[in-house]
């Protein structure tokens, strides 16, 4: 796993690699600037004073602007994962393809590629299913903070879970068929947790949460070939 990682921090300097990069998180940030903007628009002029109680103070354009920027920068800590390995799916095959042919090229010459339909549907599907994991679990969260640490180590264990298997899934999807993909992910799921727990606790870092998903997809793929 140590090694897995390594090789995916050293492929950042892959030229394809970091041309993906750069594009993906300038897509994510700008729907995250598109949410911010229509919950601004959608909180102008609205009045939480009225809905708790008789009195009155509607928000002004300055105040729904500084409100929708708290929600959105704690929409960026909660739902950057989900909406990010989103993103970043629909450019997996490109990095788990550039990973391939750099270090394991008789394995990306036999590889089927995911395609865009195919990458697209697998990484909406991951999102969502990150954003329900962390739903489920949010109550937890919440009961959680008494102990001061448990909220913490419930995200790594919530999001490990969903990204080891969705990183895995789709490096797997390229090389074996259900069969195949099923034996290695039972034998993998140790390997896959701690790899997705060390991809989500990147995404608590400013700033290196942004290479995250990358970094995922690389180690995932060098997990595949050096465990197969």
Known sequence: MITALTL??????NPRVLGILVRSLIITLLIFVGLGVLTAWGLSGADPCGWLSDD???LGASTSTLSAFLLVALGLWFLFPA???GVISAYMDRIIAAVEAKHYPEAAA?????????????GLASGLRVL???LIALPFYILLLV???GPLLLFLAVN????GRDLGLMVAMRHADRAERGVWLRATRGDRLILGAGVTALFLLPFVNLLAPVLGAAAATHLYHRRR
Do not use: E, M, Q
Request: proline share 6%; glycine share 18%.
């Open 8 to 13: 995916a921090i050293g492929d950042l300097g």
């Open 56 to 58: 009155s103070c509607p």
């Open 83 to 85: 909406i990010a390995l």
């Open 110 to 122: 036999t590889a089927r590629p995911l395609g865009i339909v195919r990458g697209a549907w697998l």
């Open 132 to 134: 329900v994991y962390n």
């Open 147 to 149: 102990t001061g640490v």
């Open 160 to 163: 490990g879970a969903a990204f």
